[in-house]
């Protein structure tokens, strides 16, 4: 398959590309397609941080597609890692219902940059939503001792197939999606604390993502450096 030019841009920017191969692929109540995947030396190469997400190339009727991943329980020490894809139609959800053992796919590594401060916040402020929660959890379990208030949004009951990683000391609030996203964008403002050190993370739908993250920093005055924030999708 021809790349395009995201490709060429990618590749411009420092991308670096990996050939990942299947090793095993298993279904989630029908909801999700888990894959366990050889990483072809990216790990090793890149190394492993919270919310890391890779870019993967799907042939799309003959054009070349790419969508972002986050990678779950990566392991440096084997060179594997998890993906977990939502079914829906579309060509990534297609290709890895049918993907074998064997089966190889490309990736490309750009963009993916986070660590949580150091010294560690007081409190983890965590706003996410289906296709972000893999990356919630590797917060969850880097900041594992860190206390965290986490809302996240489902647009129907199946997307809670995936587990969430919480312990006693996270306060989880699952909200449905009302309101083209309007309803989490409301609750969260009104539930996050006015005063106290933490950290922000938000990722959900782009309009929704740029919601939140105006009020913490406009409404609540949050510092750049204690806010992190990005529009993991967009709503038709």
């Known amino acids: 398959m021809k790349r395009n030019w995201e490709a060429l841009v990618l590749k411009a920017m420092g991308g670096r590309d990996f050939q990942l191969t299947v090793l095993s692929t298993e279904s989630i109540d029908g909801h999700y397609q888990r894959l366990l995947l050889d990483g072809g030396g990216l790990l090793e190469t890149c190394g492993v941080h919270p919310t890391m997400w890779i870019r993967l190339w799907f042939d799309n009727d003959g054009r070349a597609h790419q969508r972002a991943y986050t990678l779950v329980d990566p392991d440096p020490t084997t060179g594997r890692f998890t993906l977990e894809f939502a079914i829906h139609d579309g060509c990534?959800?297609?290709?890895?219902?049918?993907?074998?053992?064997?089966d190889t796919i490309s990736a490309t590594v750009q963009g993916s940059a986070f660590e949580l401060p150091d010294p560690a916040p007081e409190h983890l402020y965590l706003v996410g939503d289906a296709a972000s929660l893999p990356a919630v959890n590797s917060l969850l379990d880097a900041g594992a001792d860190i206390p965290a208030a986490v809302w996240l949004e489902y647009a129907h009951e199946g997307e809670k197939a995936l587990a969430l990683r919480a312990r006693a000391h996270h306060d989880v609030t699952w909200v449905p999606r009302r309101d083209e996203g309007q309803h989490l964008v409301d609750t969260v403002c009104a539930a996050v604390p006015t005063t106290g050190a933490g950290h922000y993370w938000v990722a959900?739908?782009?309009?929704t993502t740029r919601g939140i993250t105006r009020h913490l920093r406009k409404t609540l005055g949050v510092d750049k450096d204690r806010l992190t924030s990005l529009g993991y999708w967009k709503a038709a």
């Open 204 to 207: 959900c739908e782009a309009a």
């Open 92 to 102: 990534a959800a297609r290709w890895a219902t049918a993907a074998e053992v064997g």
